[in-house]
């Protein structure tokens, strides 16, 4: 964490989120692993030691599935999150089950169903995370095509139209932002999280609260594709984005999260 800090303040980022990886899914061999102690304590330490050169907000990234419901609700309730990301990772139907971050294990999954069946697990799970109330923002929106697009080729988001503009209407009447996660420029699909058309759909329907992210696992990766999320986000007709403080979102300009070394991102824009 401190050095993440460090190479945030040599970027010139202003407000950085700590967005670390719980789970309760039995699937997953992290389940019940996040240490909300030991995370509070290195927050505590980082603010304590850079707080004055970048705002560092606590947040958390919550992979829902229905049955930890109730200790997800624990969790959240018990620590002072700034705000909390809910995302799916793990999917099942009748005929198995599949963690979309985790490829070779995946493969499998996709090589026996065709995109619609195996996508829309996926976004029936992210419309249980979104009705459980349990979520800030919704992250990486689109991430089921993090490698189906090697089976399928590139995300078709006119194929879940349906599905998506349900789970965005209730997300924009509940308040609940949708994150740009810039990380999807770096992985096959070649585009952030979400693809654009889903961003533009949140902001037609009236969604205002938008949240971007590299999704850095290391600090090598801090703010990195950020400056393509904010366009991404400016060409979908977003206004201004969003950072939490407490669990309330508070806007933010697009210029506040301008890097001091933008020649860090070369590459042309590219969207379809
Ligand atoms: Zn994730």
């Known amino acids: 964490m401190e050095a993440v800090c460090l190479r945030a303040i040599e970027l010139g980022v202003e ?14 061999p992290h389940a019940g692993l996040f240490d909300a102690t030991g995370y509070f304590d290195e927050i505590d330490y980082a603010r304590e030691r850079y707080g004055q050169q970048v705002i560092i907000r606590a947040g958390l990234e919550m992979d829902y599935s229905p049955d930890c419901d109730k200790v997800i609700r624990t969790l959240l309730e018990a620590h002072p999150f700034d705000f909390v990301l809910g995302s799916v990772h793990i999917v099942e139907d009748e005929h198995g ?41 919704i992250a990486h929106f689109d991430l089921a095509k993090w490698h189906g697009v090697e089976f399928y080729g590139p995300f078709q988001p006119e194929l879940f139209a349906a599905e998506t ?8 009447e509940r308040g609940i932002g949708l994150e740009v996660n810039a990380s999807g420029l770096f992985q096959p699909p070649a585009e952030p999280y979400p693809v654009l058309d889903i961003v533009q759909r949140y902001a037609a329907a009236g969604g205002t609260l938008v949240t971007v992210g590299s999704d850095a696992h290391h600090t090598a990766q801090v ?39 933008p020649a860090m991102d070369p590459e042309p824009l590219r969207w379809r």
């Open 165 to 172: 503009e349900s789970i965005l209407a209730t997300m924009v």
């Open 97 to 137: 089950w599949a963690n979309f971050a985790h490829e070779p294990g995946v493969s499998g999954w996709f090589a026996s169903r065709d995109e619609r069946a195996a996508y829309l697990p996926y976004f029936r799970r992210l419309e249980e995370a979104v009705h459980s109330g349990l979520f800030d923002v």
């Open 15 to 28: 407000e950085i989120g700590f967005t670390d990886h719980a789970t309760f899914d039995p699937h997953d």
């Open 223 to 261: 703010g990195q594709g950020i400056e393509r999320a904010v366009a991404l986000a400016r060409l979908a007709g977003i206004r201004h984005l969003t950072s939490f403080h407490q669990r309330r979102a508070q806007p933010r300009p697009f210029t506040s999260f301008r890097l001091s070394t």
